[in-house]
T-cell receptor, first 111, second 114 residues
Framework: GQQVMQIPQYQHVQEGEDFTTYCNSSTTLSNIQWYKQRPGGHPVFLIQLVKSGEVKKQKRLTFQFGEAKKNSSLHITATQTTDVGTYFCAVRNTGGFKTIFGAGTRLFVKA | DSGVTQTPKHLITATGQRVTLRCSPRSGDLSVYWYQQSLDQGLQFLIQYYNGEERAKGNILERFSAQQFPDLHSELNLSSLELGDSALYFC?????????????FGPGTRLLVL
């Protein structure tokens, strides 16, 4: 079935450093979504990417969708302690309605 | 606050028991999703309902069942509970605007099976 690999599993950074998490699929995706879950919280929708090669920015966050629509990345510039949490990508299974989440990348930011 | 409510917040029960988790979606949302989040398993999709009908099924055990009622609230029933069922259970509702479906997650129910 549809799977999406997300790496890395964990990332420790010093405040001010950049951070990137990647999602990879073996099949072409119709779209990909990104969510953030703060410690003790629930996932919160960040963004959806649909077009090949699409790049979207939200302040210090940059989201990219690969040209082949098989991979995506989330990049945070100059991390802050408020960025801590787990970042998930989510895709739909091919031709269906199931939502499949990546395993998530847990970000730790040291002040 | 996402607008999705879940009750109870916490639940402690014993193996072999049965529990019911409740979810009220955001006003106007027709879709409800259920997810299980364990420490080592990430977010696992269980089941989705749309306007009262089951739409998609994920890795939901036969001991688990769900339904969505005419008022669109949903319940997840977990029976013959095992220690491994201890997890955070999230409900999400979604809307479809401009071709984009966004899921809004509730605060979750933390289930502990002893």
């Amino acid at each position: 079935g549809q799977q999406v690999m997300q790496i890395p599993q964990y990332q420790h950074v010093q405040e001010g450093e950049d951070f990137t998490t990647y999602c990879n699929s073996s099949t072409t995706l119709s779209n990909i979504q990104w969510y953030k879950q703060r410690p003790g919280g629930h996932p919160v929708f960040l963004i959806q990417l649909v077009k090949s090669g699409e790049v979207k920015k939200q302040k210090r966050l940059t989201f990219q969708f690969g040209e082949a629509k098989k991979n995506s990345s989330l990049h945070i510039t100059a991390t802050q302690t408020t960025d801590v949490g787990t970042y998930f990508c989510a895709v739909r299974n091919t031709g269906g309605f199931k939502t499949i989440f990546g395993a998530g990348t847990r970000l730790f930011v040291k002040a | 606050d996402s607008g999705v409510t879940q009750t109870p917040k916490h639940l402690i029960t014993a193996t072999g028991q049965r529990v019911t988790l409740r979810c009220s979606p955001r006003s106007g949302d027709l879709s409800v999703y259920w997810y299980q989040q364990s420490l080592d398993q990430g977010l696992q999709f269980l089941i989705q309902y749309y306007n009262g009908e089951e739409r998609a099924k994920g890795n939901i055990l036969e001991r688990f069942s769900a339904q969505q009622f005419p008022d669109l609230h949903s319940e997840l029933n977990l029976s013959s509970l095992e220690l491994g069922d201890s997890a955070l259970y999230f409900c999400a509702s979604s809307d479809l605007r401009g071709g984009q479906e966004t899921q809004y997650f509730g605060p979750g129910t933390r289930l502990l099976v002893l």
